[in-house]
């Protein structure tokens, strides 16, 4: 417990997928440069699930998942809105916010997003509970070559990052897939109980690149579980 597996990466690192079951990946402070880059062979996606855990005492705005494509800055995008219970979800530069969530400070919390380009319907999961569903853009899938960055909110494609919209906290966990994962699915998910990894970004098979002072470790809470196990 003591002695947590830690690393510091000031530059980019990382040539093959990486395997970061039980870690986390630490934001340590506020920047218009740091930033992970998720790398993926994929091109097009006529409907997006995302889903990932994160922890934060921000009140200002940050940004959460940030996919560009060449066309769009936007093209999938979770923004949480400054003193609101609100997430800010973008798809193909479409724009909709989820209201009366609850994010309280330093608690850690589950995120499921999903998009489909059929009929333009969206959706979040926070901590297990769905919201309702909103239009945001229909008959067009994303396509282009993405760049997805966490710790930053993209303005242009790969860059321009804003300083007071970066992410300072933790993420783990992540995964992506190119489809709309059922309910049953996504509750798998929330509880860690044998759900299908992403087949877009997989946390257990992550490629990745880092820039900056970014710091990944052991989840405390999985440790915490182990010694109870023990």
Excluded at 6 to 13: D, E, G, I, K, N
Excluded at 154 to 182: A, K, N, P, T
Aim: glycine content about 6%; charged content about 20%.
């Amino acid at each position: 417990m003591e002695k947590l597996l830690l690393m510091v990466l000031v530059a980019t690192c990382w040539a093959r997928p990486q395997d970061l079951s039980g870690k986390v990946l630490v934001f340590p402070k506020k920047t218009n440069t740091d930033h992970v880059k998720l790398i993926t062979s994929k091109t097009t996606f006529n409907s997006v699930t995302v889903c990932f855990r994160f922890l934060t005492d921000l009140t200002r705005n940050y940004g959460l998942f940030s996919m560009a494509t060449p066309v769009f800055s936007n093209d999938f995008c979770l923004f949480k809105i400054q003193s609101q219970d609100a997430i800010r979800m973008h798809a193909r530069d479409g724009v909709t916010d989820f209201q009366s969530l609850s994010f309280p400070p330093n608690t850690w919390h589950s995120m499921c997003s999903t998009w489909r380009s059929d009929n333009g319907l969206a959706q979040l999961w926070v901590d297990g509970k769905p919201t309702i569903k909103r239009f945001i853009h229909s008959g067009q899938a994303i396509s282009g070559v993405p760049i997805i960055i966490l710790g930053q909110e993209q303005d242009s494609y790969g860059g321009q990052f804003d300083i007071d919209q970066s992410f300072e906290g933790m993420i783990s966990r992540l995964h992506m897939w190119d489809y709309v994962l059922s309910e049953s699915e996504i509750r798998r998910y929330v509880s860690d109980q044998n759900f299908t990894p992403g087949n877009v970004l997989n946390w257990r098979a992550l490629d990745f690149t880092m820039s900056g002072k970014i710091v990944y470790l052991l989840d405390q809470m999985l440790c915490l579980k182990m010694i109870k196990i023990i």
